[in-house]
DNA sequence: CGAATTTGACCAGCGC
DNA sequence: GCGCTGGTCAAATTCG
């Protein structure tokens, strides 16, 4: 468990990092994160999955524009079959006005039930940002502030508010020493129900995509 | 007034 | 065993 918390920096940047999205830019770049997987079934999928980095759900910047462009149906689908936690990512780009590093960690945590070993998937990733709460379109609440060793800033917890979710994430502003207005944000486990703000943005589509269907 | 946040206390794991 | 550190709890406080 304590092995996990102290994020170095090389391995925040390097692991499954896209080579389309250079290294903190302000502001520029979509994006993306990796979901980490745990046991090794997971974690072949995950190879798999970055193998074929085309699977990620990048935001089509002409959904996003809502211009001239139209509907991109085949991007549409896509994202509704791409799992919630990827979803967090696609809309947290889409909802604030940052950059974003993803990143993987492999240790993640282990809780024993019973006799069973449940690992809970945890991915982290660094965004650049004004604000240390990002819109990632869950609702969550905080339950604890940290200060921590070699940092000038207290790192924040945060749970998931929906009542069946157990989704976990810590907040934190990298110090001085590195880049302050870079926030790092680890997000522990996946969340069980749709998020809100996403299927109330994606609402209309799914209708207009529903009477097409219906009608021809 | 209910929900959300703050913050000190408590606990567990790890290294010495 | 002891101290340090990270993570969580829960009472108090603040906010909408």
Known sequence: MHAMMEPSEGDLVHHHQS???PDLH?????NFLVPVAHDQQQQQQEEAAAASSASLPRRP????SGGAGGI???SLLQLLQTPAVELAGFLEGSASVATTTASSERDGDQIIK???IISKPRFAFRTKSESDLLDDGYRWRKYGQKAVKNSAFPRSYYRCTHHTCDVKKQ?????????SSIVLTTYQGIHNHPCDKLMQALAPLIKHLHFLTTTF
Do not use: C, E, Y
Request: hydrophobic share 35%; proline share 11%.
């Open 61 to 64: 910047d002409h959904m996003m």
């Open 26 to 30: 302000p502001f520029t770049q979509p």
């Open 114 to 116: 019973g006799k069973r």
């Open 171 to 179: 907040v934190q502003r990298l110090s001085k020493d590195n880049d």
């Open 19 to 21: 080579p389309a999205l």
């Open 72 to 74: 991109d149906w085949a």
